[in-house]
């Protein structure tokens, strides 16, 4: 009975060494070339090598590890540079106004398919029909009115404009709403807008996601 049993062992070892090896990547390497290696030996010199990591942890979601972010917790959405801190809009980008009498609201927002929070400190544009920026809004990290708008434009004269989001420089956002309207640059669709003295244009809204 023990002689049967170690020639069980000894049939079984291979098989499950065999099995062992199911699902490992041939295209693994480690630096060390597998040509006087038997299969076996290529096995246990990659495992585990080619497997994928989990990503590094990173509780508020701003790309930035843990281990590198200098100003944990920022709200989900806010522009951080490599540090994890937040980015300020360009100098250009504040809240201005003209001397008209109609309004703009809209909202940026991230777009995770479930809560869809704000953006905080997003610039957005009202171009003209040239295409000139004539004012720009920064995005609020919480609502401005209860339709959950979170940028405005206050006395924009009588027109015709497109209202565009700007992108952040070296960024790994991108837009996915509008999918279509005028060309604002770097692959960003903006939405036009035709406004009466005393109108209106609200829900002018932009989504984005990594």
């Not at 959405?77 to 609201?105: K, M």
């Not at 940026?108 to 171009?127: H, I, S």
């Not at 206050?154 to 700007?166: F, I, K, N, Q, R």
Request: aromatic share 8%; net charge negative; glycine share 12%.
């Amino acid at each position: 009975m023990r002689a049967f049993i170690v020639v069980l062992a000894l049939v079984a070892t291979p098989f499950l060494a065999a099995v062992s090896q199911t699902g490992t990547d041939p295209n693994c390497d480690n630096g060390l070339g597998d040509e006087r290696r038997s299969e076996t030996g290529q096995f246990h010199a990659h495992k585990g090598l080619c497997a994928t990591q989990p990503p590094p942890p990173d509780a508020d979601q701003d790309g930035v590890p843990d281990s590198l972010d200098q100003c944990p917790d920022t709200p989900l959405g806010t522009t951080v540079d490599a540090s994890g801190c937040p980015v300020a809009p360009p100098p250009a980008c504040v809240n201005s106004g003209g001397t008209g009498t109609a309004t703009v609201l809209g909202q940026v927002f991230v777009d995770d398919g479930l809560t869809f929070p704000y953006f905080a400190g997003w610039c957005v544009e009202l171009r003209d029909g040239s295409g000139a920026v004539i004012a720009t809004a920064v995005t609020s990290g919480v609502a401005l009115d209860v339709e959950g708008n979170n940028y405005i434009f206050t006395g924009v004269p009588a027109g015709s404009y497109t209202v565009c989001e700007a992108l952040p420089a070296n960024t790994t956002w991108h837009e996915t709403s509008p999918t279509s309207g005028p060309d604002c640059g770097n692959g960003v669709f903006g939405q036009p807008i035709t406004l009466m003295d005393g109108g209106i244009a609200d829900f002018i809204w932009f989504g984005n996601r990594l």
